[in-house]
């Protein structure tokens, strides 16, 4: 449990970087960059391993029999929030934070499916990361307002790739662990 831990507080760390010691990653300019990349795909290593090392000894609550399938619908609509829909189609064009509030229903999802610890540790961690990190993002660069409007034929576009790639995920969700399809 303990590379999972340092996994998430990785990737956590990682991301807050910037905005937590401004004084020490400005000057290191495009770098940063790269040292930044590299702290991420170790704590992914590391969250993997971590998971897959981890002992599962209870379940802490018990799910629905339909909950898998709620499951992949949140996940569905995570994915078009993290397509580019948002700048690109109608539906989400006021929605300021698409890819974190995507990425946080994706790990909410996750959250309720998988009740055992290690989940808890890896998909609660990342979705607190992802909703801290909307707070800090909202204080650090005040108000906003959206875009330019896009389409509803480009959001159309978007849904259906994103149809296409849960798929996509979902077989090789299946390949390395369990099926989020079903038995």
Same mark, same amino acid.
């Given at each position: 449990?303990?590379?999972?831990?340092?996994?998430?507080?990785?990737?956590?760390?990682?991301?807050?970087?910037?905005?937590?010691?401004?004084?020490?990653?400005?000057?290191?300019?495009?770098?940063?960059?790269?040292?930044?990349?590299?702290?991420?795909?170790?704590?992914?290593?590391?969250?993997?391993?971590?998971?897959?090392?981890?002992?599962?000894?209870?379940?802490?609550?018990?799910?629905?029999?339909?909950?898998?399938?709620?499951?992949?619908?949140?996940?569905?609509?995570?994915?078009?929030?993290?397509?580019?829909?948002?700048?690109?189609?109608?539906?989400?064009?006021?929605?300021?934070?698409?890819?974190?509030?995507?990425?946080?229903?994706?790990?909410?999802?996750?959250?309720?499916?998988?009740?055992?610890?290690?989940?808890?540790?890896?998909? +609660?961690?990342?979705?607190?990361? %992802?909703? &801290?990190?909307? /707070? #800090? $993002?909202?204080?650090?660069? =005040?108000?906003?307002? *959206?875009?330019?409007?896009?389409?509803?034929?480009?959001? +159309?576009?978007?849904?259906?790739? %994103?149809? &296409?790639?849960? /798929? #996509? $995920?979902?077989?090789?969700? =299946?390949?390395?662990? *369990?099926?989020?399809?079903?038995?």
């Amino acid at each position: 449990m303990t590379l999972l831990v340092l996994g998430v507080l990785l990737w956590a760390g990682a991301h807050f970087f910037k905005r937590a010691m401004p004084g020490v990653r400005e000057p290191m300019g495009d770098k940063g960059k790269g040292v930044v990349a590299l702290a991420l795909v170790v704590s992914i290593v590391l969250m993997v391993l971590g998971y897959r090392a981890a002992e599962v000894t209870d379940t802490l609550w018990s799910t629905p029999s339909f909950a898998k399938h709620i499951n992949n619908l949140v996940v569905l609509i995570a994915i078009f929030m993290m397509s580019p829909a948002p700048r690109k189609g109608k539906l989400l064009n006021g929605v300021r934070h698409p890819m974190l509030i995507g990425f946080a229903l994706w790990a909410a999802a996750h959250v309720w499916v998988n009740p055992d610890m290690p989940s808890v540790v890896l998909f +609660g961690g990342l979705l607190l990361w %992802s909703l &801290i990190e909307i /707070v #800090v $993002i909202n204080k650090a660069e =005040g108000p906003w307002s *959206p875009t330019e409007t896009g389409t509803i034929a480009k959001d +159309g576009m978007f849904m259906v790739a %994103s149809i &296409i790639l849960l /798929v #996509v $995920i979902g077989l090789i969700h =299946g390949l390395l662990g *369990p099926s989020p399809f079903g038995a």
